[in-house]
């Protein structure tokens, strides 16, 4: 998984509660990304950042928070969940802007 | 214009056939066009990609066909093994990678 990972990889918490996942990577890139994966939608561009501190939001981002204070790390927040952020969520680091994307493991969130 | 349609949602193809997923986009400004496979637990995996500027590429058994006047593009899976079988998903890209895109999916069963 092109040394990427995804912390915690399984969660179930409870409506209202909030949530942080956590993407680590070790290879420097300078693009991360965090999409969510249901059924029927593919993959869903959640947010991305381009630097630390750079992050720009995408598709589906209603629900949602980034933060990014070292290149390694990218931080998904969920402020008070809901039961639509049940999902797997994955992160994806990328080079440059050649646009090839690696994927991490995913995190399976469930919220009650 | 941001969708990309992707069909069938389901293949089975017996051992050493051809698979054949076929996937449209709208948006002219989409310029980057990969394939992901992804085997269950697992995160997306980069397979093969393109560029409009080429109408077709190759990388072992798995080749891209493209259509830009169409804005169409395939996955041909020559002789197809049960190893294949998983989700493919197509992309489309614009902007510095900045809005991937993703079909729904298509999962493949390659039959011994």
């Known amino acids: 998984d092109a040394g990427i990972t995804q912390s915690p990889r399984h969660k179930v918490t409870e409506t209202g509660t909030p949530v942080t996942l956590r993407c680590h990577q070790t290879e420097n890139h300078r693009y991360m990304y965090w999409y969510r994966q249901d059924p029927g939608h593919g993959l869903r561009l959640i947010h991305y950042?381009?630097?630390?501190?750079?992050?720009d939001k995408g598709e589906v981002s209603d629900g949602y928070s980034v933060s990014r204070s070292k290149t390694e790390d990218f931080l998904l927040t969920l402020e008070s969940a809901t039961s639509s952020q049940t999902s797997v969520y994955f992160c994806?680091?990328?080079?440059?802007?050649?646009?090839?994307?690696?994927f991490g493991p995913g995190t399976r969130l469930t919220v009650t | 214009q941001q969708q990309v349609k992707q069909s069938p949602q389901s293949l089975i193809v017996q051992k050493g056939g051809i698979s054949i997923i076929n996937c449209a986009y709208e948006?002219?400004?989409?310029?980057?066009f990969p394939w992901y496979q992804q085997f269950p637990g697992k995160g997306p995996a980069l397979l093969i990609a393109i560029r409009p500027d080429v109408s077709e590429k190759k990388e072992g058994r798995f080749t891209i066909s493209f259509n830009k006047s169409a804005k169409q593009f395939s996955l041909h899976i020559m002789d197809s093994q049960p190893g294949d079988s998983a989700t493919y998903f197509c992309a489309a890209s614009d902007n510095y990678g900045q809005n991937f895109v993703f079909g729904p999916g298509t999962r493949l069963s390659v039959l011994p």
């Open positions: 948006n002219t400004a989409f310029d980057y």
């Open positions: 994806a680091i990328s080079f440059d802007s050649s646009y090839e994307q690696y």
């Open positions: 950042s381009y630097g630390v501190k750079d992050t």
